[in-house]
């Protein structure tokens, strides 16, 4: 299933779990009665009667209520513990007393009432009703919204990594909860009578939740952020729980003091024990210790708070600090405390997108709740509600369901005519192959909407989509040239699978991608071929021809332009054929010419560290901008400086290559030498190679060009 089938089915089986609750809580006889337990003399007293309480004219407000009179003569005593929150804080003897006079009071008053006995003797008749649905409102609904917050975060999370053990620990723990909170909503928010049958089996699935909360919680921390040993120790320990359970089933020792509320502050204690060997092991991963951190912040502040005030006092014999329904309130520091973290340390490896599902979730549940309010807003017997119901449904309703849908939905379906809309405007307009192996991981994502797309590295024959046996994964294989295949995980947000027809859309678009990137390199062949046959020409015709003027030149002014433009045109063609070349080689190149040109026109030259430069290649291109900048430095000594000495030095150092060009001339800046053409087409040629060029002059000292670029 996908992750938000998942949640969505979690969902429903957590509402009919709910509304199975809801009936039973509204099965027991309700006297409309709120009683307290009266210590001299013993019984119940009366503290305030509901306004449509069946005995609203029979009892009063401070009357003290000692037994139950059945019709048959029958007595029941009503001692001040039957309005216990939690019974099984009551030694065995005394809770199967208990549960014994519920199953009494339960028959007696559903059989007609009988009558109440006061402390003065007095019999006042006793009525029941059914329990009304507005008494839910009350405690049941706050439990249950509890346990909601901590199956909702948890399950939420187990949904969108369903293989992880903490998760799998972390949706156990929200599961408990939810089942903890809304038996202790039956049993502990009664007003006064449930059935001893039912007590005993809601009470028993009770006990069960909690050691289950507590095995599971104190396992996360031995296998998150990662497993401590190989120990099966989050087995051991739900295996514990479930014994722990079973004795106190089999009422085995004094109370349930020993088999439910001692093993859960053991557990707490372990839990800590657990958390500081994470610590220990996570030290030198600050990314995994912030998320222990956060876990341990939010996980045991809310059981700190639980225990103290819930769990501990029982545990030595003492009743709970707080009543249970606020003290169960900590459930939501707990769970609300993960939710928090995922934001801020992507607990679990959940990305944002796990809020976009809660949001897509709740907007499903606005447009049911306002489904719900219009059905019974138009079951109004009135006329004039029937219209009103008409009118906002027509003007407000359907169009703020229609943008409740449009804001939160999602679209399962494949947006091919989008991709291929994509294709047109992106890929077959693209100029080179990398934009093209660049514009491929967006067209899948915007054709599948994966909650997540992963580059792959593969090693062997990868050539056909391929889609994971339970459709949570499909791999498509890599493009023409590459070597990494892209993985994409559940489609549309997580809101489904991939299914055949992915598949099918899959390979369409591999195949329109791949002739885009064969229509390219067709290109890219054809004009190569052109420029090869241009450069050929130009090679043999045009170079033959300065070749022959350098000889027959006249003057040294022609021969050296001659020989400047044989040189340029050799510099073009390397740059043409894209062979890398030797930095040595170049280093050489440049000084065999540097040479020529000095020596005719009475210049002494000074090369320094042509020789030494390691063998590493550069690319044509750069290899020509660099005799370029060499060529025009030198151009501008022999023309403007009157130099009798150069020196070229050529230097590696931190990745960079320094080429510097030093005369021993007087260059006058001044009169606007530095803003020469040559001098901007230097540094032009210099950002062409990710590099500058920066010249300088001093009086005494000549004019210095000095190139730098990266050396790779």
Request: hydrophobic content about 50%; overall charge negative; glycine content about 8%.
């Amino acid at each position: 299933m996908a992750p938000r089938q998942r949640f969505l089915l979690i969902a429903v089986l957590a509402m009919v779990a709910i509304g199975i609750s809801a009936k039973v809580a509204l099965t027991p006889p309700w006297l409309g009665l709120d009683l307290s337990p009266h210590t001299n003399p013993g019984g119940l007293e009366v503290t305030a009667i509901h306004p449509d309480s069946p005995n609203a004219n029979a009892v009063s407000i401070g009357d003290v209520l000692v037994a139950l009179e059945a019709a048959d003569g029958r007595r029941i005593e009503l001692a001040g513990n039957l309005v216990m929150e939690e019974p099984d804080l009551l030694r065995y003897h005394e809770l199967n007393l208990f549960m014994q006079r519920q199953t009494a009071l339960d028959r007696t008053l559903r059989e007609g009432g009988g009558y109440f006995i006061t402390a003065s003797g007095e019999r006042l008749p006793a009525a029941a009703t059914r329990t009304p649905w507005h008494q839910l409102f009350r405690g049941f609904a706050l439990h249950t919204f509890y346990g909601l917050i901590a199956l909702a975060v948890a399950v939420g999370i187990w949904a969108f990594r369903p293989r992880s053990a903490a998760t799998r620990l972390y949706a156990l723990s929200g599961v408990a909860t939810m089942v903890n909170t809304l038996t202790l909503a039956i049993y502990g928010d009664r007003e006064f009578v449930l059935s001893g049958e039912l007590f005993g089996v809601v009470a028993a699935v009770n006990h069960l939740a909690t050691l289950m909360v507590n095995a599971s919680l104190v396992s996360l921390f031995w296998v998150y952020p990662r497993p401590l040993a190989r120990a099966p120790v989050p087995t051991l320990l739900i295996l514990t729980a479930v014994v722990m359970w079973i004795l106190s089933e089999l009422q085995v020792g004094d109370s349930a003091q020993l088999t439910v509320y001692l093993p859960v502050v053991v557990g707490y204690l372990l839990g800590l024990a657990f958390a500081a060997a994470q610590w220990i092991a996570s030290r030198g991963r600050p990314l995994e210790r912030a998320a222990l951190k956060w876990c341990v912040l939010a996980i045991f502040l809310g059981s700190v708070l639980l225990m103290g005030l819930i769990m501990i006092p029982p545990a030595f014999g003492y009743p709970p600090v707080v009543p249970l329904l606020f003290g169960f309130g900590a459930y939501l520091i707990l769970y609300l405390g993960i939710a928090a973290g995922l934001v801020r340390y992507r607990l679990f490896d959940i990305e944002r997108w796990w809020f976009k599902t809660w949001l897509w979730f709740a907007g499903g549940l606005m447009v049911l709740v306002l489904d719900a309010v219009l059905i019974m807003g138009a079951g109004l017997t009135s006329a004039y509600a029937l219209t009103l119901s008409l009118a906002i449904a027509g003007w407000l309703y359907f169009p703020l369901r229609q943008w409740l849908w449009d804001r939160f939905g999602q679209r399962t379906g494949i947006s091919l005519n989008e991709a291929l809309q994509e294709l047109v405007d992106k890929l077959f307009s693209a100029s080179t192959e990398a934009e093209v192996r660049r514009a491929w991981p967006d067209l899948l994502r915007m054709t599948f909407k994966p909650l997540s797309l992963k580059m792959q590295d593969v090693s062997g024959p990868h050539q056909a989509v391929e889609v994971s046996d339970d459709g949570a994964l499909m791999d498509m294989p890599p493009l023409a040239g590459d070597c990494q295949r892209a993985s994409l995980e559940f489609a549309s947000g997580g809101a489904r699978l991939f299914t055949k027809e992915d598949i099918r859309v899959a390979n369409l678009l591999y195949d329109l991608t791949g002739k885009a990137l064969q229509a390219l390199q067709a290109r890219d062949a054809g004009a190569a071929k052109e420029r090869s046959r241009i450069m050929r020409d130009l090679h043999d015709d045009l170079g033959a021809r300065l070749l022959s003027l350098v000889y027959v030149a006249e003057t040294d002014s022609v021969r050296e332009v001659a020989r400047s433009a044989l040189a340029d045109l050799h510099g073009l063609v390397d740059t043409a054929s894209g062979q890398p070349v030797h930095l040595v080689d170049v280093a050489n190149a440049c000084e065999g010419e540097v040479r020529q040109r000095l020596n005719d026109s009475g210049i002494e030259l000074e090369w320094q560290g042509g020789s030494d430069l390691p063998d590493q290649h550069l690319s044509a291109r750069a290899a020509t901008n660099i005799a370029r900048i060499v060529r025009e430095a030198i151009s501008n000594t022999i023309k403007h400086s009157g130099a009798d000495r150069v020196q070229v030095v050529w230097r590696i150092q931190g990745g960079q290559l320094t080429v510097r060009v030093q005369d021993n001339g007087s260059f006058d800046m001044s009169a606007g030498m530095g803003d020469g053409h040559g001098l901007k087409t230097m540094q032009v040629r210099a950002r062409d190679l990710g590099g500058s060029v920066e010249w300088r002059t001093d009086p005494g000292e000549g004019f210095e060009i000095e190139l730098q670029m990266p050396a790779s």
